[in-house]
């Protein structure tokens, strides 16, 4: 029954997760760790595993969809670990209660915009999108800045970077998803293997959570493809007023 239920969880998260192109981990590490009983350090090391294998199958997924930018998605990946030893030490300055709900705020205000702003969908392909100089910029920006956040609050850098490619790179929410799982799929690859080494990885509780993961990383794309992308940046939009949410509860609730 605990297999059944896993796959469940892996299928519906990542369902979820992949259509607008998020990890998923802000839902799954808690899952895991309330309904599961896992320890977080456990918990962390089991969702990493799902989700590497959620990335790389949506990857293929978009990829046959042509819905993969991936210059941009490379671009967004060169400085996260920089930016996570500076938001490691960041942490060391400033309570990071105070931080969460600063972030938290953020957020908020990111999905409102996400909602309201009245603007074009953006680009439909990833041909359309020029490496120029504003695009470096603001990919060197996202990297860094999905990297502090990381180690910060211990969530996925997708929120920046799906920020930053549909707010800053006009990208459409489509474009910008498969792009996002394709960067994930090469992060998480290299995220996994020390939690491998340290015995975080449950493969009881792992194996059925991938497997649930496989199937709705094939799943999301295919939803996505068919909705509107005004629906998409809704539910994006959603997705992050929930985390926004959470974490401006941090400084009063505790993490």
């Not at 519906?12 to 320890?39: C, K, N, R």
């Not at 920006?141 to 609050?153: E, P």
Request: proline content about 3%.
């Amino acid at each position: 029954m605990i297999e059944i239920a896993l796959l469940l969880v892996g299928l519906l998260i990542a369902t979820l997760s992949s259509m607008i192109g998020l990890a998923g981990g802000s839902f799954m590490v808690p899952t895991l760790v309330l309904a599961f009983g896992l320890a977080t350090q456990k918990a962390v090391g089991v969702s990493l595993f799902a989700i590497m294998f959620m990335t790389i199958s949506a990857t293929v997924a978009y990829a046959a969809q042509r819905k993969i930018n991936y210059k941009v998605g490379l671009l967004l990946d060169t400085l996260d670990v920089p930016g996570a030893v500076l938001g490691a030490f960041i942490t060391t300055l400033v309570a990071a209660t105070w931080l969460a709900g600063m972030f938290g705020a953020l957020l908020l205000f990111i999905a409102f915009y996400l909602v309201w702003k009245k603007k074009s969908e953006g680009h439909s392909s990833g041909k359309s999108l020029s490496l120029s100089r504003r695009v470096l910029v603001y990919c060197m920006f996202g990297s860094f800045a999905s990297g502090v956040v990381s180690a910060m609050f211990g969530i996925g850098g997708g929120v920046i970077d799906e920020t930053v490619m549909i707010l800053l790179l006009g990208m459409s929410i489509h474009l910008s998803a498969g792009t996002a799982m394709f960067g994930m799929a090469i992060t998480t690859v290299a995220a996994v293997i020390p939690h491998w080494l340290l015995g975080n990885i449950l493969l009881g509780y792992a194996i059925p959570l991938a497997i649930g993961c496989v199937i709705g990383g094939q799943i999301g794309p295919y939803i996505s493809k068919r909705t509107p992308a005004s629906t998409l940046r809704k539910i994006l939009a959603a997705v992050f007023i929930v985390i926004g949410a959470r974490m401006l509860l941090v400084p009063f609730i505790g993490a």
